[in-house]
């Protein structure tokens, strides 16, 4: 890994967007291709969803529609302990998906004035799974679960087909498992496309009001490209973690950090802050030997030293804090002693994960929290998805009589103010005799 020595320098926020190590952004040509896409998508449909998935993955589909014996063929033939930790992940990710649902709240400002905040479920929601490299059935569980939680009523999952047309059957069976029968094997900017504009011909595919879930360059770039049309919860980038660590941390258990986020792809970010030589020591001594014995050792190799990783020195955990919040990660590990004072210092982390024992992979799998987060700096300003993510607000305004006439003034005085006088009006008429 490479080492960022940033001791005894002025971490401000615009040293540290400069310095801190980062994937490379999407190239504009990306976008260019996936736009021509999409516009393809919209003309041609079903047939041409089909000839993208045949020319990208190399399946030529007879069907795009996953019929709903083979959602209750995948459930059937699911390995037992499988399903057993995807009811354990539902279970726990539903508890903290309740907690989050917000309550109405109606507003009295004096006698007949009230407004009231409305929560309301985004209606149809398109539910993204990607596939490729791995499998991720857990992500249809961080989809699912606080859409199905925030009320939305439809709910359709988009992944990629495999070799015999159908996305991975433990994604099919944990759609199953969670009750959704609308699922369509079409994976990529086409899918992206198919969700936001519909599908009205070969195939049936109503236009959603809202598309979420990770995906490669090419689905964050059409989500991108959609999102005038259709609500999306975030533009993903490569995934990531930032570890701040002192120099009581195990090394054993901060290298096998950083090598399970490398796993994931070779554009994955692994950050290490410290402020201790002897834990880069230690913690360079552990990855030497971790690394070799890891099943996807050439992805880790590449992702561990790669521009977007890099152990980065710093002079005192003051300085390690100011780090982390300017690289505003998707996953922050904190591994120091008082480990929870400190994490109640991480202000931009998209999750933060407290001390030994809780890994990021918890959080992947079955910590209850949500593993769908901002990327590339965006949890200074953004959040994972959750709850809220599938939730509008709107407010109620109930004014009676003497309510409006208790403003009315105020409110003839502003429209003057602005030289609108028809909205100053549009009171005043109410009470004229």
Same mark, same amino acid.
């Given at each position: 890994?490479?080492?960022?020595?940033?001791?005894?320098?002025?971490?401000?926020?615009?040293? %540290?967007?400069?310095?801190?190590?980062?994937?490379?952004?999407?190239?504009?040509?990306?976008?260019?291709?996936?736009?021509?896409?999409?516009?393809? $998508?919209?003309?041609?449909?079903?047939?041409?969803?089909?000839?993208?998935?045949?020319?990208?993955?190399?399946?030529?589909?007879?069907?795009?529609?996953?019929?709903?014996?083979?959602?209750?063929?995948?459930?059937?033939?699911?390995?037992?302990?499988?399903?057993?930790?995807?009811?354990?992940?539902?279970?726990?990710?539903?508890?903290?998906?309740?907690?989050?649902?917000?309550?109405?709240?109606?507003?009295?400002?004096?006698? *007949?004035?009230?407004?009231?905040?409305?929560?309301?479920?985004?209606?149809?929601?398109?539910?993204?799974?990607?596939?490729?490299?791995?499998?991720?059935?857990?992500?249809?569980?961080?989809? $699912? $679960?606080?859409?199905?939680?925030? *009320?939305?009523?439809?709910?359709?999952?988009?992944?990629?087909?495999? *070799?015999?047309?159908?996305?991975?059957?433990?994604?099919?069976?944990?759609?199953? &498992?969670?009750?959704?029968?609308?699922?369509?094997?079409?994976?990529?900017?086409? =899918?992206?496309?198919?969700?936001?504009?519909? %599908?009205?011909?070969?195939?049936?595919?109503?236009?959603?009001?809202?598309?979420?879930?990770?995906?490669?360059?090419? $689905?964050?770039?059409?989500?991108?490209?959609?999102?005038? #049309?259709?609500?999306?919860? =975030?533009?993903?980038?490569?995934?990531?973690?930032?570890?701040?660590?002192?120099?009581?941390?195990?090394?054993?258990?901060?290298?096998?950090? %950083? &090598?399970?986020?490398?796993?994931?792809?070779?554009?994955?970010?692994?950050?290490?802050?410290?402020?201790?030589?002897?834990? @880069?020591?230690?913690?360079?001594?552990?990855?030497?030997?971790?690394?070799?014995? =890891?099943?996807?050792?050439?992805?880790?190799?590449?992702?561990?030293?790669?521009?977007?990783?890099?152990?980065?020195?710093?002079?005192?955990?003051?300085?390690? &804090?100011?780090?982390?919040?300017?690289?505003?990660?998707?996953?922050?590990?904190?591994?120091?002693?008082?480990?929870?004072?400190?994490?109640?210092?991480?202000?931009? *982390?998209?999750?933060?994960?407290?001390?030994?024992?809780?890994? @990021?992979?918890?959080?992947?799998?079955?910590?209850?929290?949500?593993?769908?987060?901002?990327?590339?700096?965006?949890?200074?300003?953004?959040?994972?998805?959750?709850?809220?993510?599938?939730?509008?607000?709107? #407010?109620?305004?109930?004014?009676?009589?003497?309510?409006?006439?208790?403003?009315?003034?105020?409110?003839?005085?502003? =429209?003057?103010?602005? #030289? %609108?006088?028809?909205?100053?009006?549009?009171?005043?008429?109410?009470?004229?005799?």
């Amino acid at each position: 890994m490479n080492i960022l020595d940033f001791r005894g320098e002025s971490l401000s926020k615009r040293f %540290l967007k400069q310095r801190l190590p980062r994937a490379a952004e999407a190239h504009a040509d990306v976008e260019r291709r996936v736009a021509d896409l999409l516009a393809e $998508v919209q003309t041609g449909g079903t047939r041409a969803v089909k000839d993208f998935t045949k020319r990208f993955d190399s399946v030529e589909l007879e069907s795009v529609r996953v019929p709903a014996s083979e959602l209750k063929r995948a459930e059937d033939e699911l390995d037992p302990e499988v399903r057993a930790a995807l009811i354990e992940s539902i279970a726990r990710a539903r508890k903290v998906a309740d907690d989050q649902r917000p309550a109405d709240v109606r507003t009295e400002l004096s006698s *007949g004035a009230h407004v009231t905040t409305r929560h309301l479920p985004i209606e149809r929601v398109g539910l993204y799974v990607p596939g490729g490299l791995a499998v991720y059935p857990s992500t249809v569980v961080m989809n $699912v $679960v606080p859409a199905q939680t925030a *009320g939305s009523s439809s709910l359709a999952i988009a992944s990629p087909p495999q *070799g015999n047309g159908l996305p991975h059957p433990t994604v099919l069976a944990t759609a199953h &498992i969670l009750g959704i029968d609308e699922v369509w094997a079409m994976g990529g900017a086409q =899918a992206i496309g198919a969700l936001a504009f519909g %599908l009205d011909d070969e195939e049936q595919v109503a236009p959603v009001d809202l598309i979420t879930g990770p995906g490669n360059a090419y $689905v964050a770039a059409a989500k991108s490209l959609v999102r005038s #049309q259709v609500g999306i919860d =975030a533009v993903a980038g490569p995934t990531e973690i930032i570890i701040l660590a002192d120099e009581t941390a195990d090394p054993a258990f901060v290298a096998a950090d %950083l &090598i399970s986020q490398a796993e994931h792809d070779e554009l994955a970010a692994s950050v290490l802050v410290t402020d201790s030589t002897g834990l @880069v020591d230690r913690v360079r001594s552990e990855l030497a030997a971790q690394v070799p014995s =890891a099943h996807h050792r050439e992805r880790i190799d590449t992702a561990l030293s790669g521009r977007q990783s890099a152990i980065v020195l710093v002079d005192d955990l003051d300085a390690g &804090i100011q780090v982390v919040n300017g690289y505003a990660g998707e996953h922050v590990e904190v591994h120091t002693a008082e480990a929870h004072a400190v994490a109640g210092r991480i202000t931009n *982390g998209g999750a933060v994960f407290v001390g030994d024992w809780a890994p @990021v992979s918890l959080g992947d799998y079955c910590a209850g929290s949500n593993h769908v987060l901002p990327t590339m700096g965006t949890a200074a300003h953004g959040s994972g998805l959750g709850v809220h993510s599938f939730i509008k607000v709107s #407010q109620v305004i109930d004014y009676d009589r003497s309510a409006l006439a208790e403003v009315a003034e105020h409110v003839e005085a502003l =429209a003057a103010s602005e #030289q %609108l006088p028809a909205h100053g009006r549009a009171v005043s008429i109410r009470f004229e005799e």
